[in-house]
């Protein structure tokens, strides 16, 4: 029968675009992004350079308007292109931690899941250990220990923990579709587990991956801005959101808007992955809420998991 | 059901094991000669060496994991170098401070985060459910040590009703920022939880039944939906519990309240090694604890879960 | 003495030098003294130890010094030796090798035993003893005394040089006279603590101390709170407070805001005043007038090792001297330093005011030279300048700021500075090993204001051959310039000795260059208005027994509404 060609996608996305909350949350990220990779040809200025002769005698930071329009820190640099570099640090330590858990996660859960097996039990037991640190403190710990402030180091470290999370999640995906009647189908039709699994399994669990990265990016953002607050991220003078709240901490009651301006970025900037992922996952599947639920508890326990240290448990799981 | 508290059990003992084992290759990779910061900055070779002997770095490295593994099981965690005493008992001290926030995290968590859960849940897309809505996700999205010092700049300094961090004793005042600090978070996390499961039993049939039988709401609500929503909080519960209790480290750091977790980051810029990886292992220790604990609970509020 | 690691934390040290008022106003000495009462003050992070043969910081002195004695200590104020436990200033002999001391009578520890010399000798072999593991173990001040290498190597079981000669009388014998022994012995180390204390605590008497002190160790709960109560067979000066709180785990900036709402008495004595609050107050009116202000006798230097590429090059280091925005270093410790350009501190004898023989510009800068120089060395675009590590501690969030400015200065020629801010420990540990850091910012403070403190262990060639420790971190030597140290050692005449210094120092800025010299800084305090008595030491930074408080006492509970100055913002 003809008919005008329709994507599969249209639905998805006609569904999201009337969450206006997610649909906000994606043109915040969009600028944001677009002015992070901008940064460089902006004429803003070098967020590394001290303009210390406009500062006082006694080394005052600027307030808001006049010649800086967020205001200067202690060193005389410039707020606002600090905020705007320091989103490059944020979106790209987000972006490639969390695609790393995802890329590790995903695999490693659905060969678990798949294959089940010693290869599940080991996988299984290695993300018990896995979560059984105090996530926080022992990163805080791993990263002092081989060195500080490298960018990659958080990266590899912030996809340490988060991949476990991800692994059990898909894990318990691919359990409960492999009992689904398409697998079955599938294997009757004489599929290797190889096609199968690739053909029948990862499909369904795109919607997952979909959610799960959206809202891990700004798990992955959250706790960088945590470390780097600690003082053992991205490390002077770079200019970083979280590193900026602590050092303008002791400067809280002199000049607030050291610590305000760059909190509030973090938050508008989890928030909006946040609203994003929601978005999403009512606009993947809305009949299919159920099966999310699990993974929404599961994902925002992940995220506020890492950020807040609590587990990244999704509370249907089966217990082990 | 025996047999499903020892597995677990073992499963705790497998668990701590890897953990220890994680541990002491982190430490074992520290930069730098752990007997020459044992000894103080201006210590004499000579004195280095003994203390090298001392801290038994001089054997071989199969022999330390070994012995480190022995005086872990004696819950013996090493020798704090900054502190110049035993690791264990250092982190028992301040564990107390620690307790006292969780306690008081998870109290802020259940007292905010379930009525407005379940409130939203009766009423769903009503006004209050959309400012739920909105609570939670900024909750969830506001970075805990802004929050915090937000909190602490605005109660501290601007309208000095509280004060500016530290513990005083754990007296009250001194407990409610950090622990509304923490627990906000944990209270929107709740209450998108209990909304959810709630939202879920109120469509299942065994509700719908109730209905039918003629139950007001409130029954409804009180006798079916809430005692089946909490079982998915309490174990929730359970696990917060154990990870608070492991060092709510930025809280501690931003309130100056003398924890664990601030111990930890204090001991890991003065490369006092033991002491941070002591703590790591207590941590681990106590939310394994609260796993198992959970677990174990579980199988008595839910005959369903026993036999897996 | 000690390697300073930030301009924040001051420590300590041990002087001849009549310190004038000039800059040390004191606060309010209206009224009489009252009896009673008890301060609260503040540390940052809990004390490492009350031993005094291992404490080596500030915090750890500070409080040495009140619960315990030595033979000597300053006068008032200033940094004249007065005796102490001796009943008076030592008889030594003509060739300075022989210090003889009496003690007083009746002077009893506070477990109620009288003290003897033995007491001495035993406290002062204890503290060089390497199984104490003490920072003296390694020779430094006391290597001198006769026999003590002996000790240090396991060759003997006592120091020959420590001659109990009867129970009130001790004796020094040293193999080489040392014009500033007076002053290492009224270091905390040459304090005295009974033995059987000691053998009762065993292996905890950091936290069991037992002095003479005008205070005692009334209660220590880690991590939390140390108490101090007046001992009241003290044999000196009692004090005028009956107990000294100090609260642990609040950092400065917490402190100085608690401050400001009368909830405490003084914040961490031994630490200035953070900038942000440093800012606040001086803007205040209640409290601007309060705030004490005293020179430390510092220097502030980036120290390159000239082992080491680039740096083996005279004219990179030279160049390194015409780069550095001191001037901006200070308004980043919100003017609370000098630009110093020399080796020496301001009120040190032989101090040369002004002192600029490289032509500086008033920022401490040359930049075209600086270029010129760099050309000269054979770098340019072609053949660009290695990128360079600067290492520094993180001792306070000023130690970031002001290696941020040092990074951009060097910007400005053309050369790329990373920034590797490490722990304390770390920084300490990596700076003294030898040749393992080309470039470094470091401080270092007086163990006393004498010349030969800022040559002999930082820039002699003594300091250069160590494994471990180093305090010489450009791993400096200069063997003609080391005579020069050596003959003004021991040389009496002073006038001539401070001429010998100056002249060492000539070498060090106008021909050697291990070091850019950037600034000495100045030390600030302040106290709540019901707090009498307090002045900057200069030495001890902080001494109860000058104390008295007034008025009612400061409470955690939040803006009391107290009789005195409030202190709204």
């Known amino acids: 029968m003809a008919g005008p060609r329709v994507s599969p996608w249209s639905p998805i996305w006609n569904r999201f675009r009337e969450d206006r909350l997610a649909v906000g949350g994606a043109i915040f990220i969009l600028l944001l992004v677009v002015l992070a990779l901008l940064a460089p040809v902006l004429p803003i200025r070098d967020p590394n350079h001290g303009y210390y002769e406009l500062l006082p005698a006694n080394g005052a930071p600027l307030s808001p308007g006049g010649t800086f329009l967020l205001g200067s820190d202690p060193n005389g640099r410039d707020l606002l292109s600090r905020i705007i570099w320091g989103a490059r640090i944020s979106l790209f330590i987000g972006f490639v931690a969390n695609g790393l858990a995802l890329v590790v996660g995903v695999t490693v859960g659905a060969l678990a899941g798949y294959l089940r097996g010693w290869f599940e039990t080991i996988l299984m037991r290695l993300t018990d250990i896995m979560m059984a640190f105090p996530v926080l403190l022992f990163s805080i710990a791993i990263i002092s220990i081989i060195e500080r402030g490298s960018v990659l180091v958080i990266v590899a470290v912030i996809a340490l923990f988060y991949w476990t999370a991800v692994a059990r999640i898909v894990r318990g995906q691919v359990l409960s579709l492999k009992e689904r009647e398409f697998v079955e189908a599938g294997r009757a039709l004489g599929g290797g587990p190889q096609h199968n699994l690739l053909h029948h399994i990862l499909p369904h669990l795109v919607p997952i991956i979909i959610v799960y990265g959206t809202i891990g990016v700004a798990t992955s953002i959250s706790t960088e801005s945590i470390l780097s607050f600690i003082g053992i991220g991205v490390q002077a003078p770079t200019a970083d959101w979280g590193k900026m709240v602590a050092d303008g901490q002791d400067f809280m009651f002199l000049a607030p808007w050291l610590v305000i301006f760059p909190g509030l970025m973090i938050l508008l900037t989890v928030l909006a992955f946040n609203l994003i992922g929601d978005g999403l996952r009512d606009a993947l599947d809305p009949r299919a809420r159920a099966l999310f639920r699990g993974v929404i508890g599961g994902v925002v326990a992940g995220g506020a998991g890492l950020a807040g240290q609590r587990p990244g448990l999704d509370p249907d799981a089966e217990p082990t | ?308 | 003495m000690k390697r300073l690691h930030n301009a924040a934390m001051a420590v300590l040290g041990v002087g001849a030098i009549v310190l004038s008022a000039c800059g040390n106003a004191a606060t309010t000495t209206e009224g009489q003294p009252v009896s009673g009462g008890t301060l609260l003050t503040s540390f940052k992070d809990d004390l490492k130890t009350l031993d005094p043969a291992i404490g080596y910081d500030t915090d750890s002195w500070l409080i040495e010094r009140a619960i315990y004695n030595g033979l000597l200590d300053y006068k008032g104020f200033t940094t004249q030796l007065q005796p102490d436990i001796a009943a008076a200033m030592p008889v030594v002999s003509p060739d300075g090798k022989t210090y003889t001391f009496k003690l007083r009578q009746g002077v009893k520890f506070s477990n109620g035993r009288t003290v003897t010399a033995d007491d001495f000798k035993y406290s002062w072999e204890r503290m060089l003893d390497p199984k104490t593991a003490g920072p003296m173990t390694s020779g430094p001040f006391w290597g001198s005394v006769h026999g003590a290498q002996d000790f240090f190597n396991g060759a003997a079981t006592s120091v020959s040089g420590f001659k109990v000669i009867d129970a009130s009388t001790i004796e020094i014998d040293l193999d080489t006279p040392n014009q500033s022994f007076l002053n290492i012995i009224a270091m905390p180390f040459g304090f005295v603590i009974p033995k059987e204390a000691v053998a009762a605590a065993g292996s905890d008497y950091a936290h069991k101390p037992v002095g003479t002190g005008p205070f005692v160790l009334d209660k220590w709960t880690p991590g939390q709170l140390i108490v101090l109560k007046k001992n009241p067979n003290y044999f000196g000066t009692k004090p005028y407070l009956d107990e000294l709180d100090a609260q642990i785990g609040v950092t400065p900036e917490v402190g100085y805001l608690r401050l400001q709402n009368n909830q405490i008495d003084i914040v961490q004595p031994d630490v200035t005043i953070p900038s942000a609050q440093y800012i606040q107050l001086s803007a205040n009116p209640s409290w601007k007038n309060r705030i004490l202000k005293s020179p430390n006798v510092d220097i502030w230097y980036l120290a390159m090792n000239a082992n080491m590429k680039p740096f083996d090059n005279k004219l990179v280091r030279q160049a390194f001297n015409y780069t550095v925005n001191k001037a901006n270093q200070i308004k980043i410790l919100n003017g609370r330093g000098v630009v110093n350009n020399g080796i020496q501190a301001p009120a040190m004898p032989g101090y040369v005011p002004n002192y600029n023989p490289l032509g500086l510009d008033a920022n401490g800068q040359n930049i075209q030279k600086a270029k010129d120089l760099l050309k000269q060395a054979g770098y340019d675009a072609s053949h660009p300048f290695p990128a360079q590590d600067l290492v520094y501690a993180k001792a306070s969030a000023d130690s970031d700021r002001l290696a941020a400015s040092i990074q951009q200065d060097f910007q400005q020629v053309g050369i790329t500075l990373n920034l590797k801010g490490l722990a304390f420990n770390a920084f300490l540990d990596i700076t003294g090993k030898p040749n393992a850091t080309a470039l470094s910012y470091n401080g270092w403070f007086q163990d006393f204001p004498d010349p030969s403190d800022f040559i002999d262990p930082i820039l002699s060639c003594a300091a250069a051959n160590v494994t471990a420790n180093g305090g010489n971190v450009a791993f400096f030597c200069d063997q003609a310039a080391d005579k020069l140290a050596d003959q003004a050692r021991g040389d009496t005449n002073s006038a001539e000795r401070l001429k010998l210094y100056q002249q060492f120092q000539d070498i060090i800025v106008t021909q050697d260059f291990p070091w850019v010299p950037m600034y000495s800084t100045v030390q600030t305090a302040v106290a709540a208005p019901r707090v009498h008595g307090f002045q900057i030491h200069p030495v001890w930074l902080f001494v109860a027994t000058s104390i008295w408080v007034t008025g009612g006492a400061p409470s955690l509970a939040p803006a009391s509404a107290s009789a005195s100055a409030s202190a709204s913002p």
């Open chain 2, 1 to 308: 059901m025996t047999v499903y508290i020892i597995r677990r059990l073992a499963w705790m003992v497998l668990v701590l094991f890897g953990v220890a084992a994680i541990t002491f290759v982190i430490a074992f990779l520290v930069p730098g000669d752990p007997a020459r910061l044992y000894a103080g900055t201006n210590a004499s070779p000579a004195a280095i060496k003994i203390i090298h002997h001392q801290l038994g770095l001089d054997r071989p490295l199969w022999t330390q994991f070994g012995d480190y593994m022995w005086r872990v099981l004696h819950l013996d965690f090493g020798f704090s170098y900054r502190y110049q005493t035993p690791v264990l008992p250092a982190i028992l001290q301040r564990f107390p401070a620690t307790a006292e926030l969780a306690l008081g995290g998870v109290f802020v968590e259940l007292i905010i985060g379930l009525p407005i859960g379940i409130l939203s849940a009766i009423r769903p897309g009503s006004f209050w459910d959309r400012a739920t809505m909105v609570f939670t996700f900024v909750a969830l999205a506001a970075p805990p040590f802004w929050l915090g010092l937000l909190l602490l700049f605005l109660f501290g300094v601007l309208l000095p009703v509280l004060p500016i961090g530290g513990y005083g004793g754990g007296a009250p005042q001194f407990l409610l920022l950090p622990a509304l600090t923490l627990g906000l978070g944990g209270a929107a996390y709740y209450a998108r939880l209990l909304r959810a499961s709630l939202l879920d039993i109120l469509k299942s049939d065994y509700v719908r039944t109730a209905w039918a039988k003629g139950l007001t709401e409130r029954q409804v609500i009180q006798k079916h939906a809430i005692p089946n929503a909490l079982t998915v909080i309490v174990s929730q519960l359970g696990m917060d519990l154990g990870y608070f209790l492991a060092g709510v480290v930025v809280i501690e750091s931003v309130f100056a309240w003398p924890g664990i977790g601030k111990q930890a980051v204090d001991a890991i810029f003065t490369l006092d090694i033991p002491l941070v990886m002591g703590t790591v292992l207590f941590g681990a220790l106590l939310i394994v604890t609260a796993n198992v604990v959970v677990d174990i609970s579980y199988t008595f509020l839910d005959p369903r879960v026993r036999y897996s």
